[in-house]
């Protein structure tokens, strides 16, 4: 409509009106946003592969550190604990939020569907802490209950923050597809479980693989419940990150903490051109 | 056959879909819609059917209701003398052509084309011969292996009708497939698609909202408003005897006066004082005033006070669209109506006769 | 219209009948199915999810066990111990605002973080949403990123370049401004930092989701009717974005209340929030239904500002369609 060359003519032209859409120091506090964002973590990245001990000056490249990252026992033990977990809750959370997911689209709306999104989306609205404390203390009931231990009870509570993240992009993928494919199907004769078979399940596995993959990332980078649900025994990766990290700063860590960062950045960025390119 | 309109032929065919006392209505309470309103219809075997009528007057409901998408509230869907209302799509001899086409998108062309027959279950040879003989039939043989995401959109309808075709329904159901498609390509698949009804010999039940479409490839045609069939009948019939208001306003250019009718009289008396012939509707003999509609290229111009002038009037504006003019007249009974001719030497504010065609139709509200 | 005649009444009322039985079929069909593919994340979140919130409550009013967990003894002591202290000799007990001010500390840090989340995040959401469609999703991608990277990762890397040897501290005395390192880590500072770094993304998503629905149209007609740039600001986009600043300020206030990780290694534990003093009762100082009774107040304030935000929320959406 209102163009800048049909602005009233009384008004002197100013050179600065040329986009109108921009507003002074914006875009100069975006590339500051990005900056603040990144730096810490470049830095991180840049000294994980120091060769100085003292973590503070840069000497030399080296991949000294992610060597003896390898070769430390304790990082070996507890990458292996957090992949036990997260494979674990991965699968179960992923399956359940597919079930879920087709429930509240491929059905007909009913009564209570607003309770179950509240109840499948209640992990993300309770405090982790809250929901860590609240954990602990139902399973140190049935711990004393049973008798049984183990770490079964964290690959339980993993599952259950996982649900939710599984379950937006495999319910988002699944309200984008046209409802009309799977009634094409039935109408070429192919009977409720072919539909599903043939063309309901091939359509919306990128959700799935985009839903597996956030509970597989958020399930791997979770601090706050498996350090209070995680038993002896069970230090998952960050757990042991934490520890190293109260008793002192070690190039380790550093090496570590990229390698982690690297999994779920390549996870995560898999995960945003999978959904971009079937859009 | 059926291709040149035969109306009146029913004991040459016999019929393949029957609905009868047919109601739907979708929501609850307040909300409450009925979609079809008691809505009793006859497609005859191997005839092109279009159900013709504005949005949300229930032409696409009651083609998913015979697809098998949803189920009616009440009422008989018979298929070739089958009761088939009740059954799922998938137990259904019936085909539908999408709106949007919906081709599986992760498979090819010819998985598509085939994807029917696998359904059934049927041999692959029988199954890869059947595609073939499909590509063919809508000239797509080039693009067997393509994905269908690479295709245009015609290429996209041609894949369409062939997968819907292949695995040789008794009735193809086409919701308003050439709505997507540009105008030149839309009057190209209107004649691909009578020459397909006619090769194939199958049943075309054809939804549209688009009047023309619907004349020209019709054999008959049912008029539909509000959850209701106003009339049934051949596309000339359609366009020259409309029995309803509706059909009238909803086809074509067309002016609508009233006139009175006497008891057992066969002409009406025009505003002026004009006698003419009055066609009634079925079975109808209504007295007094009545509504009569004239189209506006069965009237012609001629001088004030010639012999065949029936009506008078002043010429208020001459719209000129291409092929000819539409010349409004205000009559002196202080109507408006539109004269349709080729040319025309007449101004605006000129004084003009107006002929009139034998005979009139007389409209039922 | 209807002519009955190739129906007979038997063929009719049995037509009727296998239409309802079609569909009370359909319907059982559907219910039976909801059932089936529901009940598994339901009842795994409701059991292990909600139910562990109500032993919360339980524990609240129990008393503590000698080392860790409770006995079944009814008491108030919890939430008597939030506000009062007892006397070690002759159990008096006098006001005592030490868990108090770790509550108000903990949400003014949490507050004054979303304040200058809001200050960052406003115009980088404004400047994405005004950026080409194609850029807009690289940027969304670029701010969104660290979010799925690891908290503690990300805390982590922070520590390193605010600590004494940090880049911080020897950049600012390599320029000579300080000869000695200005003590950053282990402030509030460093905490509202750590904070606001956590939670950016929060912001900026949902101040994204309000700024890109803004209709350009609206502001091109405010300078038409000459509004100055910050008039523009104030009285269009931001009245505009409002469910936006809302969303974000909600989804980083919460989480910010309720954080551990970033005090725990950036306040260096000597001042605790909320999200650490829960955590120490369940650990070190082993005091159960202290620590739940806490818990429970996290939630009743997390609760309250949810309650407001579905408040606005719901007249935000209203007022713009």
Request: hydrophobic fraction near 50%; include cysteine.
């Amino acid at each position: 409509m209102a163009k800048p060359d049909t602005a009233p003519r009384s008004t002197a032209p100013r050179p600065k009106m040329k986009n109108l859409r921009k507003q002074p120091g914006f875009d100069t506090m975006a590339w500051a946003c990005l900056v603040f964002l990144y730096a810490p973590i470049i830095v991180l990245i840049i000294f994980s592969f120091n060769d100085n001990r003292s973590v503070v000056l840069w000497t030399e490249f080296s991949f000294r550190w992610y060597t003896a990252a390898f070769e430390n026992e304790g990082i070996r033990k507890a990458t292996m604990v957090s992949l036990k977990v997260a494979g674990v809750a991965t699968v179960f959370a992923t399956i359940f939020a597919t079930m879920a997911a087709l429930a509240t689209t491929r059905n007909p709306p009913f009564k209570g569907q607003a309770l179950v999104y509240a109840i499948i989306n209640q992990p993300l609205m309770v405090p982790e802490i809250v929901t860590a404390v609240a954990t602990l203390a139902f399973f140190s009931i049935i711990k004393q209950l049973t008798g049984i231990n183990g770490i079964g009870y964290l690959m339980l509570a993993h599952t259950v923050f996982c649900v939710p993240f599984a379950y937006m992009p495999i319910r988002a993928r699944l309200e984008d597809m046209n409802l009309t494919l799977e009634q094409a199907a039935a109408d070429l004769y192919a009977t409720p479980v072919q539909v599903f078979r043939k063309v309901t399940l091939p359509l919306m596995a990128p959700g799935i693989v985009a839903g597996a993959m956030l509970a597989f990332v958020v399930s791997l980078d979770d601090v706050i419940i498996t350090l209070l649900v995680g038993g002896p025994g069970e230090t998952t990766l960050p757990i042991y990150i934490l520890g190293q990290i109260r008793r002192g700063i070690t190039p380790e860590i550093n090496a570590v903490s990229t390698l982690l960062l690297v999994l779920s950045v390549v996870l995560v960025s898999l995960f945003f051109f999978l959904g971009n390119r079937k859009k | 056959m059926a291709q040149n309109g035969v109306s009146q032929g029913a004991d040459t065919h016999k019929n393949m879909i029957l609905a009868e006392g047919v109601v739907k209505t979708f929501g609850q309470g307040e909300h409450m819609v009925t979609a079809l309103d008691n809505v009793s219809v006859t497609i005859r075997q191997n005839e092109f059917f279009t159900l013709l009528g504005p949005s949300g007057c229930g032409k696409t409901t009651l083609l998913r209701l015979i697809a098998g998408f949803d189920l009616p509230d009440r009422g008989n869907i018979l298929l070739d003398g089958q009761e088939i209302g009740h059954l799922p799509p998938y137990k259904r001899p019936v085909n539908t052509v999408f709106q949007n086409y919906a081709l599986f998108p992760h498979m090819s062309v010819a998985r598509n084309i085939g994807f029917g027959l696998e359904m059934q279950g049927r041999p692959a040879k029988e199954i890869s011969e059947a595609t073939d003989r499909m590509l063919a039939l809508v000239q797509m043989e080039h693009l067997a292996d393509r994905q269908t995401d690479q295709l245009s959109g015609g290429q996209q309808q041609r894949v369409a009708l062939a997968r819907a075709l292949a695995p040789h329904p008794k009735v193809l159901l086409l919701d308003e497939p050439l709505s997507a498609l540009d105008l030149k390509l839309r009057k190209e698949m209107q004649i691909e698609l009578k020459r397909l009804q006619h090769e194939t010999g199958i049943t075309f039940v054809f939804v549209t909202h688009d009047q023309e479409e619907a004349l020209t490839m019709s054999d008959r045609i049912a008029v539909m408003s509000a959850g209701d069939i106003l009339q049934v009948g051949p596309p000339k019939e359609i366009y020259n005897n409309p029995a309803r208001r509706f059909v009238a306003d909803f086809i074509g250019d067309i002016n609508i006066l009233e006139a009175d009718l006497t008891s057992g009289d066969t002409q009406a008396t025009l505003p002026g004082g004009a006698r003419i012939n009055a066609i009634l509707p079925n079975s109808w003999a209504p007295t007094g005033r009545v509504n009569v509609a004239i189209r506006p290229e069965d009237m012609a111009l001629t001088q004030p006070g010639a012999d065949n002038a029936a009506l008078h009037g002043t010429v208020q504006n001459i719209v000129y669209f291409g092929s000819g003019h539409n010349v409004h007249v205000a009559l002196d009974s202080g109507l408006d109506i539109i004269v349709r001719c080729a040319g025309t030497s007449h101004e605006v504010g000129a004084l003009v006769g107006i002929t009139l065609p034998d005979a009139v139709q007389v409209l039922v509200d | 219209m209807t002519q009955s005649s190739f129906i007979t009444p038997a063929q009719q009322a049995e037509s009727d009948a296998k239409l309802a039985a079609a569909k009370a079929q359909t319907d059982a069909d559907a219910r039976r199915r909801r059932l089936q593919l529901l009940s598994p994340s339901v009842l795994l979140i409701g059991i292990f999810g909600l139910f562990p919130l109500t032993i919360t409550l339980i524990y609240s009013f129990l008393s503590p066990g000698s080392y860790g967990g409770v006995t079944w003894e009814f008491s108030t002591n919890a939430y008597v111990q939030f506000l009062f202290e007892a006397d070690i000799f002759d159990d008096t007990l006098s006001f005592s605002t030490t868990y108090l001010s770790i509550f108000s500390r903990s949400i003014g840090l949490a507050l004054v973080a979303t304040v200058g989340a809001l200050i960052i995040g406003f115009p980088t959401a404004y400047f994405i949403a005004s950026k080409r469609p194609e850029q807009r999703n690289f940027w969304l991608f670029l701010i969104t990123l660290p979010f799925w990277t690891n908290l503690l990762i990300r805390t982590y890397a922070i520590l390193l370049i605010i600590r004494d040897e940090g880049i911080i501290n020897l950049g600012l005395m390599g320029v000579g401004i300080t000869d000695k390192p200005i003590g950053i880590l282990y402030t509030d500072f460093a905490v509202f930092m750590g904070l606001i770094y956590s939670y950016l993304p929060f912001m900026v998503l949902p101040l994204y989701a309000s700024l890109e629905k803004l209709d350009f149209r609206l502001v091109e007609a405010a300078y038409d009717l000459y509004a100055s740039r910050f008039q523009v600001l104030r009285h269009i986009i931001i009245p505009m974005a409002k469910p936006g600043i809302v969303a974000g300020c909600i989804l980083v206030f919460i989480p910010g209340l309720g954080a551990y990780i970033t005090p725990e290694l950036l306040g260096g534990g000597k001042d605790l929030m909320i999200g650490n003093l829960i955590a120490l009762q369940f650990g070190g100082s082993r005091n159960w239904p202290f620590g739940s009774a806490a818990a429970l107040i996290l939630m009743v304030v997390v609760m309250l500002s949810l309650i407001v935000y579905v408040r606005h929320a719901g007249k935000g959406g209203a007022s713009h369609g």
